[in-house]
């Protein structure tokens, strides 16, 4: 468990440094298998949002077309997401700046 969670911890870093305008929040995937997506986000809605939870939502947007979900998390719950053992990964959800001469293309 420790070298996954290094291995983890360590492609989140690096992906939090190639986030060249930022970052706001973590994309976490999940297994794939997993037979009900509704369970496994409902899962790390309550993992993100702690024990001490008070009514409050969690931030976070649902991504089924890759098995992910996008969301605000704690730095001090960030380690509980990263060991749950239906996800394959967490990575920083970076800003992107588009070039207005790009956007005319379109």
């Known amino acids: 468990l420790d070298v996954a969670r290094a291995t983890t911890r360590s492609a989140l870093n690096a992906s939090i440094l190639a986030c060249e305008h930022g970052f706001s929040g973590y994309i976490v995937s999940l297994n794939p298998s997993t037979a009900r997506m509704q369970d496994a986000i409902a899962t790390l809605e309550t993992i993100i949002a702690g024990p001490q939870r008070t009514g409050s939502s969690v931030?976070?947007?649902?991504?089924?077309?890759?098995?992910?979900?996008?969301a605000e998390i704690d730095e001090a719950r960030?380690?509980?997401?990263?060991?749950h053992p239906q996800v394959v990964s967490v990575e920083a959800d970076c800003y992107l700046q588009l070039d207005p001469e790009d956007m005319g293309a379109l």
């Open 59 to 70: 931030n976070m947007r649902s991504l089924p077309s890759i098995s992910a979900v996008a």
């Open 78 to 83: 960030l380690d509980a997401v990263v060991d």
